[in-house]
């Protein structure tokens, strides 16, 4: 399976978890890490997107279509998808506590080369921001979905293709606030 982009350069014989892969994907956008996690957690990657697709009618995402585990766009039409559909997802993840932990940690000391930090500027800017997930693909350019809670509102802000994405993630969650 050809993987490209961001990668937590695993090579054959490293020892990683599960819950690494997990954070290595959420901090890191580790393509690598999806495709191994695909590979491990289902009979073959492809019926791990049988899985993806699945659970995405379920939660109601009616305008995504998952072609692989990583998202890329290079090999075949890539993951298809809208802001809103996404911000569905996120939604739904976010009442997973261990997703929630995850996607919210800032630094993560990793078993293969010291520490990863999470891509999500808005963690480190912004401080009623307690989640997010960044990546990028030639075809959907800069991708970004973002959680924040003030006064015990949850609220997530999901852009494609906005080259200010975090500005206007804090901007928006601000308007609201």
């Known amino acids: ?20 892969l997990i954070y290595g994907l959420i901090l890191r ?4 890490a ?24 379920e939660i109601g995402m009616k ?16 993951n298809l998808s809208t802001t809103y559909d996404m911000s569905l997802l996120m939604a739904y993840c976010l009442n997973n506590p261990l997703f929630r932990e995850i996607s919210s940690t800032k630094y993560y000391k990793t078993p293969l080369k010291g520490q990863w930090k ?12 307690i989640s997010g997930k960044t990546g990028y693909t030639k075809k959907a350019r800069r991708t970004l979905i973002t959680s924040s809670e003030k006064n015990q ?8 293709d906005c080259g200010s994405d975090f500005a206007f993630h804090k901007k928006m969650y601000e308007n609201v606030y």
């Open 1 to 20: 399976y050809q993987i490209e982009g961001s990668s937590l350069y695993l090579e054959v014989g490293n020892k990683i978890t599960i819950i690494d």
């Open 29 to 32: 956008s580790g393509n690598d």
């Open 34 to 57: 999806a495709v191994l996690l695909a590979s491990n957690l289902s009979s073959s990657i492809e019926d791990f997107v049988l899985l993806m697709n699945n659970k995405a009618k």
């Open 63 to 78: 305008n995504t279509t998952f072609h692989n585990p990583s998202g890329l766009d290079i090999f075949d039409e890539g």
């Open 118 to 129: 999470n891509k999500n500027k808005l963690l480190f800017d912004y401080d009623y921001c």
């Open 153 to 160: 509102q949850l609220l997530v802000c999901c852009t494609f």
